[in-house]
């Protein structure tokens, strides 16, 4: 465990972070690796296939897990609190709604799908597979919240090692299992989907057991999982909120992938492929936001407040460094990391991507900041400005797909996100300017 309450901000949340940004890249491998996998071995069909449905799978994981760390947010509000007794029953609630909600999710996709894939526009020659594919991780998304759950707990309490151990054990079982089950059976795409959800399986329970074992505030018995009034009141608008923030991204995503599945093969492979990639690039800042989450509330449990102020600011000051190197890197080198990503030649892929993160590569300084803000804000219990600000990220990219894509055609898609970008963090720096100057008057923190 440790107390992110004291000490220089910027060592602390860098020195938090880091375990945190190795196993972002370690997650990003799940696709990467499934990815580069069913492309090489089933061939582009079969990658199409994958393709058109990652964006419900990343909507899926991001919005059970936008409950678990919101929920998070609270147990950490608690600990900076020193209220022991309110951690272990906060994270008990937590794993029970989560849970709960989790599997209420799962039932309602599998029962629908369809429905959902009709939406998505996944027709034709890709349908079959891609409705394989997705079936299996919907089926197996209980154990990837059983992960998450077990993470967003020990991080909120400080420790963001012990996640990052076994997410990498996982990742290799995922890899080996991956390999296996696609080159040397007969399940297809299937094996790629069944290798994850094997691999997330073994990683929860393990996270879960060591969690137990080592820290006894944590040894969650029956009576802190049975809801209490008082503390889902407290929970339920902190999880709504950070799922919804990140869910209205991901909606917006997935409006936009039904425009993409609607351009060919080439087009949906070289939009995966791209943000994938980009997705590298911009690690640093969704988990620059998760360690400021986890920051923010337990410094505003503590209510220092002028440490959550400068942790906020000094992030952004490094996160820029960052976008401007990205940017030219991406500039110069975008066509071959897609290559090896998607394992794809062709031309019109690799040049496709290329303009796609020569675009939004640009402007990733905007995102950074509106990352590092939202996460900040739900941290010290601002729940309603980072969801304005989702929600004009997800009309926006309704307005692209439905409007201008139709028109224009990929290059709409490229421009979206940069445009959308500029629209979401104007109520942000209006609403952190508000905190900021509430904390100059005194304000009270969270019992």
């Known amino acids: 465990m440790k107390d992110l309450t004291e000490g220089k901000p910027l060592k602390v949340i860098g020195l938090f972070s880091i375990p945190l940004f190795i196993g972002y890249v370690f997650q990003l491998t799940y696709g990467i690796i499934d990815i580069r996998i069913v492309g090489s071995v089933l061939g582009k069909n079969s990658l199409a296939s994958v393709s058109s449905v990652s964006t419900l799978n990343d909507l899926l994981l991001t919005f059970t897990n936008g409950f678990f760390n919101g929920f998070a947010i609270i147990t950490a509000t608690y600990f900076g609190a020193k209220n022991l007794e309110r951690v272990k029953k906060s ?3 937590s794993g029970f709604l989560g849970l709960l909600i989790t599997l209420a999710l799962s039932v309602i996709c599998i029962i629908f799908l369809p429905q959902i894939l009709a939406l998505l526009n996944v027709k034709g020659k890709i349908y079959g597979e891609a409705k394989s594919y997705i079936s299996i991780l919907i089926s197996g998304l209980i154990f990837s919240a059983g992960y998450n759950y077990c993470a967003s707990v020990l991080r909120s309490v400080g420790d963001s090692v012990t ?7 996982s990742n290799i079982i995922n890899g080996v299992l991956d390999y296996v089950l696609v080159k040397y059976t007969l399940l297809g795409v299937r094996g790629a989907a069944c290798a994850t959800v094997i691999a997330q399986a073994v990683s929860a329970v393990v996270c879960f057991i060591y969690m137990y074992v080592k820290y006894p505030i944590l040894r969650i018995k029956l009576g802190d999982i049975i809801p209490k009034t008082a503390l889902v009141k407290k929970l339920l608008p902190s999880g709504i909120s950070m799922s919804f923030m990140s ?3 991901f909606f917006g995503t997935v409006a936009l992938q039904v425009a993409i599945n609607g351009f060919g093969e080439n087009i949906i492979i070289a939009h995966i492929g791209a943000r994938k990639v980009g997705s590298i690039f911009m690690g640093p800042f969704s988990i620059t936001s998760m ?9 505003y449990g503590a209510g220092k407040f ?8 000094d ?3 490094v996160l820029f460094f960052w976008c401007l190197f990205s940017a030219v890197f991406l500039f110069f080198f975008s066509k071959i990391l897609v290559g090896k990503v998607t394992a794809s030649t062709d031309v019109e892929v690799l040049n496709t991507a290329q303009k796609y993160l020569r675009v939004n590569s640009a402007l990733y300084f905007v995102p950074s900041i509106i990352c590092t803000v939202r996460q900040s804000m739900q941290g010290f219990g601002d729940r309603i400005t980072p969801i304005v600000s989702s929600f004009i990220e997800l009309a926006g990219k309704v307005i692209v797909a439905f409007v201008f894509a139709p028109v224009a055609g990929y290059w709409a898609i490229i421009l979206s996100e940069p445009v959308v970008w500029i629209l979401m963090i104007i109520p942000l720096l209006i609403g952190m300017k508000k905190a900021f100057k509430k904390w100059e008057q005194g304000i009270q923190r969270i019992d």
């Open 91 to 93: 994270a008990g609630n």
């Open 163 to 169: 996640p990052l151990v076994f997410l990498i054990a």
């Open 247 to 249: 869910s209205f991204v």
């Open 291 to 299: 360690a400021l989450a986890t920051y923010c509330g337990q410094n």
């Open 306 to 313: 002028d440490r959550i102020k400068k942790g906020i600011i």
């Open 315 to 317: 992030s952004n000051v």
